[in-house]
């Protein structure tokens, strides 16, 4: 947007104009530009000032798609095989590898990871390269973490393969039979732990990983008790006052947050009082680092989805009308008419058969907590999980939860803990948990 001056003959004077130049962009413009940067990876990878200047067009180009990035779908195809062509060549020296994922990273940054991971080839045949190239690399190595974590989100897509892993393992071991490498599950969950531990951005894609690959049928018979055995173990041991356990406490919070919420609800639910247990010995809630309450928020509201049954309110209020005002008049005079559609009715079928376990008092209590909480991103999340809960209980035990969100508008309360339960009635009006009967309550 840019800002003209007119010129007003009446006065001689300048009144300002607005002129709007249009900022949208329609396609991906620079693609030919993007496809030779990209072919020119093997000719200048050994030159560093040609490799950086190349490396930074690029960005430039892909920058400008930042509040556009769908621009890039049609795209995304031939930029990763052009890449991954040079990363499967056992020929690519080191810095060619490295500078093509590099490249593959500002891409993936640009559309969003989660857009971006199901492009990467998942066959079988791509599991054990996979590996190896990734057991190859150093996990302190500053300057290549851009490899490390383009390569865990593929080996993450890789174990989506409906194959047992045990396959994939080679020679059995035989008398006088060649000796066998150590077991591939147990080469993957050796670079999890690896990599929930360091200190970059390769944490995260770790604790994808984990999702992934916990949930797997066979990896979670064997090794999923004893997973969560670590991590929580990890998380009791660690000290918030130590930069190193923060670390890995963030990335171990991280996988359990991811496993929750990607896990079967029959394969987690005994695990999950122990989970709710620690986390409410350690007070998470009370560390001094955000990163940590956040996580310790976004963890919890997943147990608590985890010990209701995944189903939906029938109580919800039912939006009638568009306008506001046509709405609370037929709530006024409508305690009368009971539609089909109506959450009185509806509620009766299932009401009787509501089992809620003693632990979801706890995770409420600390979402509620988590809405006083000093930072927003912690305050934001804790809302949405208030929101997300309340729309699984029954009505009456949804209206208490309202009602302590209401507690939060007291004259005593801080600010902090005002705009905390702004948010949770915001979240709760969108998932229609608001019921009209609640609105003079909330002036």
């Known amino acids: 947007m840019t800002l003209t001056a ?28 993007a496809r030779a940067l990209i072919a020119s990876l093997p000719e200048i990878h050994a030159e560093a000032a040609a490799k950086e200047v190349a490396t930074e067009r690029f960005i430039v ?11 890039l779908d049609p795209h995304l195809e031939w930029m990763m095989n052009m890449i991954l062509d040079m990363g499967r060549n056992e020929q690519s020296p080191p810095s060619l590898l490295h500078v093509a994922f590099k490249f593959l990273y500002i891409v993936s940054k640009v559309r969003g990871y989660k ?31 851009e490899t490390r974590y383009m390569l865990l989100l593929w080996l993450a897509m890789t174990c989506l393969i409906p194959f047992d892993l045990s396959r994939l393992d080679g020679y059995l071991d035989t008398p006088g039979g060649p000796a066998r490498e150590e077991p591939t ?58 930069m190193s356990d923060i670390v890995v406490m ?4 991280q996988s359990l947050a991811q496993l929750f919420k990607h896990g079967k609800r029959d394969d987690f639910l005994q695990h999950a009082p122990m989970v709710l247990q620690c986390l409410d010995q350690k007070h998470l809630l009370e560390s001094s680092h955000e990163m940590l309450r956040k996580l310790g928020v976004k963890l919890i509201q997943r147990l608590g989805l985890t010990f209701l049954k995944p189903r939906l309110a029938k109580w919800r209020y039912q939006r009638g009308n568009r306008s506001l005002a046509a709405n609370l008049s037929m709530a006024q005079s409508t305690t009368a008419p009971e539609s089909p559609g109506s959450p009185d009715v509806e509620m009766l079928d299932q009401e009787e058969d509501y089992d809620i376990p003693e632990e979801l008092e706890t ?19 804790a809302a949405k999980g208030i929101g997300r809960v309340t729309g699984r209980l029954p009505k009456e035990l ?46």
């Open 115 to 145: 857009i971006f991971i199901h492009l990467f080839p998942h066959e079988v045949a791509d599991v054990q390269p996979v590996l190896n190239l990734l057991s190859r690399q150093d996990p302190k190595d500053p300057e290549i973490w």
């Open 61 to 71: 180009i892909m920058d400008r798609y930042q509040e556009q990035p769908h621009l």
């Open 250 to 253: 963030d990335g171990t919070l």
């Open 363 to 381: 995770v409420i209590e600390q979402l509620l907590v988590g809405l006083k909480d000093t930072e927003t991103i912690v305050r934001w999340s």
């Open 398 to 443: 949804a209206d208490e939860v309202v009602e302590s969100v209401l507690g939060c508008f007291s004259f005593r309360e801080t600010d902090n803990a005002w705009h905390g339960g702004c948010l949770a009635l915001a979240e709760l009006g969108r998932r229609g948990l608001l019921l009209p009967s609640r609105l003079p309550n909330g002036w």
């Open 185 to 242: 599950m147990d080469r993957i969950l050796a670079i999890v732990k690896t990599y929930l531990t360091v200190t970059d951005k390769c944490r995260d894609a770790a604790a994808v990983l984990v999702s992934k690959f916990m949930t797997r049928p066979d990896v979670k018979k064997k090794h999923l008790a004893d997973f969560l055995d670590w991590s929580l173990t990890a998380v009791m041991q660690a000290n918030d006052g130590r």
């Open 6 to 33: 007119k010129k007003d003959e009446g006065d001689g004077g300048m009144e300002p104009e607005l002129a709007v130049s249009s900022c949208v962009l329609g396609v991906f413009s620079e693609s030919q530009e």
